[in-house]
């Protein structure tokens, strides 16, 4: 069971669940739908609207599904949950795997964009954007070579936070 709150109730930081703890990002739909690890993001205000960011590479499989729908999730768990869960979404394809069976976590479709029950805190996230890394972009020549050996430069996804979700239970 969730709860509605606002952005700026959030009492986790933000930066530490992102970067440490990693969560999931999610799009689809109950037809179809895959979810990945993310560390790589941001969350704040842009366009006089809270937003976030992802980062995603374009072999990844759920950059299709990003790709396809309007909306997307982040999702965060509690620590226990890392291992089990990372070990499966941050190293096995969808195409391949039912990541969601494999990590013994349960697909919730409530909102525009699934995430999963098992989540402390969730971001529904309206696409607004989407950009590219480019090689001609990066002023520190370093992170081309210590980043992208094979050239697959990140996508980067823009979405306007709808609704933040917390686990009451």
């Known amino acids: ?17 992102l970067k440490n703890r990693w969560g999931l990002v999610t799009a689809g739909n109950e037809n179809g739908y895959n979810t ?3 560390s790589w993001g941001a969350i704040g205000e842009l366009w006089g609207v809270d937003m976030a960011t992802v980062y995603i ?3 990844r499989y759920t950059e299709e599904f990003l790709d396809k729908e309007d909306y997307f999730t982040l999702s965060f768990y509690p ?15 969808g195409r391949d795997v039912d990541k969601a069976k494999e ?9 525009n964009a699934p995430f999963f029950e098992e ?4 971001l529904v996230c309206k696409k607004a954007a989407k950009g590219k890394f480019e090689p001609s972009q990066f002023i520190d020549c370093s992170i081309e070579d210590k980043w ?3 050239k697959d430069f990140h996508y980067i996804y823009y979405g306007a936070v709808e609704k933040v979700l917390i686990s009451v239970k």
């Open 36 to 38: 990945m690890t993310v």
């Open 79 to 93: 620590d226990e949950m890392k291992k089990q869960i990372h070990g499966v979404c941050g190293s096995k394809s």
């Open 57 to 59: 590479r374009p072999q």
């Open 119 to 122: 989540a402390e805190l969730v």
């Open 148 to 150: 992208y050996e094979i």
């Open 1 to 17: 069971m969730f709860k509605e709150i606002k952005l700026t109730d959030v009492k986790e930081n933000v930066v530490d669940l």
């Open 103 to 111: 990590c013994c976590i349960t697909p919730c479709f409530d909102e």
